[in-house]
């Protein structure tokens, strides 16, 4: 059986229709960037996340799978297949564990359930490695002022927010071992006022070094387990991809 949390909106017409024309079984869809952090501006456009496991027949195909990620817009959205979502998390993806992790779920089928109930063992040191290296290459980036952020372009207060945010969501998973989502009372002020733009580039890269400094130190020595349990991915992934 699967579920819609109580309180939440619908599944997106758009993504309803992917999965319909698809055939394929949604697992899990979060409703991610600015309004899941807290850092959403009046018009803000709603993000979604989300895993999904496609039919068995079209994964051992001559043709193989049609195509592990599918995107859209209307609202933007971003579904991953199980396996590579899974491979994402185990990599310590930043985008990726914060929907393990989100408050915002939109719909959790019972396969979405058993993902989430395991989202602690995906973690290990290496986690936080993903977070510096991110972090230094955006930091390059916004000195240059060009190719910022996954969607590319120019520096903009959000891509300021979303860097320091990164750092001090690294920060809080390197001292407490939970990925923090939304983002705590005590760092909304500062983080809107960089979204609001009210801070420029080189103000967000001064606040930016001590967080990137502590961060490389957390990489090096912090709470998370040696590695992450594979093993229990592995029969996760083989088991929804043998159900279909």
């Known amino acids: 059986m699967s579920r819609v949390d109580a309180g939440a909106s619908t599944i997106p017409p758009a993504i309803e229709r992917l ?3 698809r055939d394929l079984e949604l697992a899990l869809l979060v409703l991610a960037g600015s309004k899941s952090y807290g850092l959403d501006l009046a018009g803000s456009d709603d993000d979604y996340l989300g895993v999904f496991v496609p039919r068995l027949r079209e994964l051992v195909s001559i043709r193989g799978l049609a195509a592990e990620t599918h995107v859209g817009n209307e609202p933007d959205f971003t579904l991953h297949e199980i396996g590579k979502f899974c491979t994402l998390a185990l990599k310590g993806n930043p ?9 915002e779920v939109r719909f959790e089928s019972a396969r979405g359930q058993r993902l989430r109930a395991l989202r602690a063992r995906c973690l290990h040191r290496g986690s936080l490695v993903v977070y510096v290296d991110y972090a230094e290459a955006q930091l390059r980036k916004m000195g240059k002022n060009k190719g910022l952020h996954a969607k590319g372009g120019t520096y903009n207060a959000k891509y300021g927010a979303h860097i320091l945010r990164l750092l001090h969501a690294g920060i809080h998973l390197g001292r407490t071992g939970e990925v923090m989502v939304r983002v705590p009372d005590a760092l909304l002020g500062t983080l809107r006022r960089a979204r609001r ?8 890269a001064v606040l930016a070094q001590p967080l990137l400094a502590e961060l490389r130190t957390l990489a090096a020595d912090n709470v998370l387990p040696a590695a992450p349990d ?11 991809r043998l159900a279909r």
Do not use: K, N, T, Y
């Open 19 to 21: 999965l319909r024309e």
């Open 95 to 103: 985008a990726i564990l914060e929907v393990l992790w989100s408050p």
């Open 230 to 240: 594979h093993a229990a991915f592995d029969d996760l992934v083989a088991a929804a």
């Open 197 to 204: 733009g009210e801070l420029g580039a080189g103000e967000v």
